[in-house]
């Protein structure tokens, strides 16, 4: 149905494998949102995803074709979507059957440019005590007005919080310690170099140890960060990048506002000492603690990026986005030098009404 004639994506299958040492052979993950699946204003079906994905297909693609890649997706919309439907479901279960959604929306996605993909239904294990638990910042399904969210606040008994302009309902999202099948993935890199594994999709599913018995697994009523676990993946596959691509661009100072300013690169004590994202804990903030996190974790050189979906090609050539390493000179920060268009200097600030509603 989105069969796309891209001709040199045919030879994905000749891509080299990670032993090799040409420089094109590094490894990546890559983090996609679930918002990049289901752009804002769009209604929530599987034809609009599977557009979005045939849209990404080549992209990712490319990236397979030069490097290895392993790919990491998120499910905020999808998984709200699956809670509306499916009241009594537990989320550990509805993000599992949201991963089998999305994984197979991209590996259908990846077919049609000739790549192989596999999705893996990965179980995460969290700590059940953790503070996550008692303040929830994890998105989940559609935007609403505040009207609206309020009055599903009141009668459904969720937590609602500010998601730009809009509402959104927010789960607990706990800190992922374990990724039980990360020696899958490694399989499959290290026998299969032409297929695209697919793992940890929406953060993986939660679960929990048994105390008595260690060896026994417990689903658990949250929502991992997708971009946390991401992280947590790519520094297990010594990864070389981590990179999460989003509906929106990459890091700025005063986002939003007359001064904002975008950061070409950056080191992480400069994010961690101007506290960048705080203002926005639910959308970048985890991202760029994502990042900070496989900088300082991963091996000796490694590199995280964040950037927009529709720019990936361009953020390894620094063209696009933000490149966060640890050997930044001067302050720990490169401004990137943009022009605005008259068109973008006199365009008009946006007025908050109410959104359009996913179906």
Aim: charged residues 20%.
């Amino acid at each position: 149905m989105f069969r796309l004639a891209v001709k040199s994506f045919n030879s994905v299958s000749t891509r080299r494998a990670y032993s090799s040492t040409s420089a094109v052979s590094d490894r990546i993950v890559i983090a996609v949102g679930g918002n990049a699946l289901q752009r804002r204003g769009e209604r929530l079906t599987i034809e609009n995803m599977l557009k979005a994905a045939a849209d990404m297909a080549p992209t990712i693609a490319k990236l397979a074709s030069e490097h290895e890649v392993v790919l990491t997706h998120g499910n905020g919309p999808q998984v709200g979507e699956l809670a509306l439907e499916r009241s009594a479901a537990t989320f550990d279960v509805l993000g599992a059957e949201s991963c089998g959604q999305i994984g197979y929306v991209l590996a259908q996605a990846m077919a049609s440019v000739g790549l192989t993909a596999a999705p893996i239904i990965t179980q995460v294990v969290i700590d059940p005590s953790s503070p996550a638990f008692r303040n929830p910042t994890k998105f989940v399904g559609p935007v609403y007005g505040p009207k609206e969210a309020h009055a599903l606040a009141e009668s459904l008994g969720w937590t609602v919080k500010p998601d730009g302009e809009y509402f959104r309902r927010v789960v607990p999202s706990p800190e992922p310690l374990e990724i039980l099948q990360v020696d899958a993935v490694k399989a499959l890199l290290h026998h299969c170099p032409s297929v695209l594994p697919i793992a940890c999709g929406g953060g993986g599913v939660p679960v929990m140890r048994i105390p008595s018995r260690p060896e026994t697994l417990q689903g658990v009523e949250a929502v991992i960060d997708k971009d946390a676990c991401g992280s947590r993946l790519a520094v297990a596959l010594e990864a070389d990048a981590f990179i999460i691509l989003t509906d929106g661009g990459g890091i700025w100072q005063d986002f939003g506002k007359p001064t904002a300013q975008e950061m070409e690169t950056v080191s992480p004590e400069y994010l961690l000492g101007t506290k960048a994202g705080k203002n926005f804990p639910g959308s970048m903030g985890p991202k760029i603690q994502a990042a900070i996190s496989f900088v300082e974790n991963g091996k000796p050189g490694c590199y995280a990026a964040i950037g927009d979906l529709k720019d990936a090609a361009k953020i390894l050539t620094r063209e696009e986005g933000t490149i966060i390493r640890k050997d930044v000179v001067g302050k720990g920060v490169v401004w990137r030098d943009r022009v605005k268009s008259a068109e973008e200097e006199n365009k008009p600030p946006k007025i908050a009404k109410d959104p359009p509603k996913y179906g």
